[in-house]
């Protein structure tokens, strides 16, 4: 079997890499030339256990080539970005329709076309089964069909092949040819559905943790607001069988929880209520964790000028910051006159530092990101370079019984006591 993939990202190629893997003959179509000539010389550009060898043993056995621009194949994937409009929240499908457009000259009967860019929910039918039904009958002539991604980073290779996978078909032939093409490597169980169920279904996956953390987060507020530990809340209430709080944190970052959850309320306004006051809960968190700082700050140290923001990635131990709530702290203490210094060991930036200079002579350092390198982070760093020694954890991932008696500490469990001065 031939596949065309377009877009060679953190989904493209490893998907690539395993049908090629197995055997099918694969070509990998990317809108970066560079990209395109590193990847025919063996270099990958993404952070994957398993993605480099992958990638140059295909080429080697030549079941895989990179290239600006697509050919004839069985099947088509188009795993490109889907943006979301911060105007009007919904998703940007230019990319998907591009690619759509681009692969039309080379699409022949029989072929199947999957997208696998996560897309608002109707998107396959209003948007892009337009773009092939001038030439083609869907379901007859060509099959396509809506296949949600699903994996997470640093696990791609391996949950790409176990996962259970969502195949949402225009007709119900298209579900099944598309399956046929996943079975070449999938071992999890292959649901067949349609392209509509599919989406809203991706989208509610990412929902149903958005809105879990929002939960979590007012949590917190109201644990601050009437004086109890919010965090022995959660423990206690998870004791139930049928109870699982999530974690209140800086906010939710990442290109899925904090987006995907708009593209149902773009669509549905009226009714998704609750999906947008979780987003706005967990949009509020980086203000809340500002004016907590300002209230630690203003009860130890009035004249404080500078802060530590230990790690900006959204994900612990990935050097992943997209969408992360981390920048809009940093923009909140800097408009309120902060000087701020940023360690975060897997980000290199020209202008972060190292533990040691990040906290010199700071009056308070916020824990961002559950880095392991902040989890068994030394404290007598903190206690002897920083002008106050304050820890101000918003991860929960140290722990307060290990705390040195000089260490001023706070997370959401004790934050109330800032209100009872
Ligand atoms: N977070 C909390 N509290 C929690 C859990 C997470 O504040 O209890 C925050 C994190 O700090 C982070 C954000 O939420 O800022 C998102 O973190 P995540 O690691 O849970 O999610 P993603 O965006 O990395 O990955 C998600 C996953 N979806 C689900 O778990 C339903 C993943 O399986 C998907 O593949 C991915 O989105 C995607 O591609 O959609």
Redesign the pocket.
Known sequence: MKICIMGQGYIGLPTAALFAKNECDVLGVDVNPEMVDNLNNGKVHIEEPGIVEAIQSALEKKHYKASLTPEEADAFIITVPTPYIKENWSCDLSYVISACESILPFIKKGNVIIIES?IAPMSTDEVIKPIFEEKYVIGEDIFLAHCP?????GQIMEELVNNNRIVGGITEKCAEKASDVYRTFVKGEIILTEAKTAELS?CM??T??DV??AL??ELAKIGAEIGVNALDVIEMANKHPRVNL????P????????I?PYFIYAKAPEVAKIIKLARDTNNSMPGFVVETTGKILDKYDKEAEKIAILGVA??GNTDDDRE??AYNIIAGLESAGYKIEICDPHIEKENFKTLEESVKDASIAIILS?HNQFKDIDYNILIDNMKTPILFDT?NITKKENIPESLIFYNYGNIYELNNL
């Open positions: 996560t991604e699903r994996v997470l980073p991706k996956e990412n149903f943790r879990n953390i979590a987060n999530h974690s209140p944190g906010g939710v970052g990442g290109h899925c929880l904090a995907d959204y994900k992360s709530p559950d991860k």
